[in-house]
């Protein structure tokens, strides 16, 4: 257990359905990142906070992805419009200030039926 | 943008034997490596990790290589254990806000 959780761990849904996910990092990590990886695939990076400041969105992030990390700490990534091809896993990873080592958290396992 | 290539995909040794993953990266402006394992149902863990300003880096069982005039680097496992067995991700970073770019993966299958 890194200390960065995630919830749901598992969520199927329908095509066309929203759905939003929560990340909660380590308490004094002050960055915290969104990536997306499917199978067989390594992470690709979606997007990154500093505290409470969406500092960079990668071009995998269409307009039906939005992320928000309202007071710096916990963040939530809202997918609208599910599509089949947005079946992955969405890992959540946070850091501390300069330091590069990025913790993970479980994921959360998102089946677009 | 960073492109991190990795191989082999798989890797089977014998317990106690050593295992060997290599990565090349592109953008020289990278200058943080680390390497990642995820077992299955959970997120990359790291491992050990290795900057620009260092040539090798080793703890324990484990050992990093970094060749910056070549863009390689690798990672290299001693007396291998069942334990071993998972993906390992070798990855790539510019710093600043540590955007990560990670290789294809590695799986390693230690047989005892």
């Known amino acids: 257990d890194t200390g960065v959780s995630q919830d749901p761990r598992h969520k199927i849904t329908k095509r066309g359905q929203n759905v939003t996910f929560r990340c909660d990092p380590i308490?004094?990590?002050?960055?915290l990142y969104w990536y997306r990886q499917t199978l067989g695939q390594g992470p690709e990076f979606l997007t990154y906070?500093?505290?409470?400041?969406?500092?960079?969105k990668s071009r995998l992030l269409s307009d039906r992805f939005s992320a928000e990390r309202p007071k710096g700490s916990f963040s939530t990534l809202e997918i609208q419009r599910t599509e089949q091809g947005d079946s992955a896993m969405y890992l959540c990873?946070?850091?501390?200030?300069?330091?590069?080592?990025?913790?993970f958290g479980p994921g959360t396992r998102l089946t677009v039926l | 943008g960073e492109n991190v290539e990795q191989h082999p995909s798989t890797l089977s040794v014998q317990e106690g034997d050593s295992a060997v993953i290599k990565c090349t990266y592109s953008?020289?402006?990278?200058?943080?490596f680390p390497w990642y394992k995820q077992e299955l149902g959970k997120g990359p863990q790291l491992i050990i990790d290795?900057?620009?300003?260092?040539g090798e880096k080793k703890d324990q069982r484990i050992a990093v290589t970094l060749n910056k005039t070549a863009k390689h680097f690798s990672l290299h496992i001693t007396e291998t254990q069942p334990e071993d067995s998972a993906v390992y991700f070798c990855?790539?970073?510019?710093?600043?806000?540590?955007?990560?770019?990670f290789g294809t993966g590695t799986k390693l299958q230690v047989i005892p």
């Open positions: 990873a946070s850091s501390l200030g300069s330091l590069n080592e990025q913790f």
């Open positions: 308490s004094e990590h002050n960055r």
């Open positions: 906070f500093q505290n409470e400041a969406q500092l960079e």
């Open positions: 953008d020289s402006a990278s200058n943080y």
């Open positions: 290795i900057r620009s300003n260092v």
């Open positions: 990855a790539a970073s510019t710093g600043g806000y540590q955007k990560v770019t």
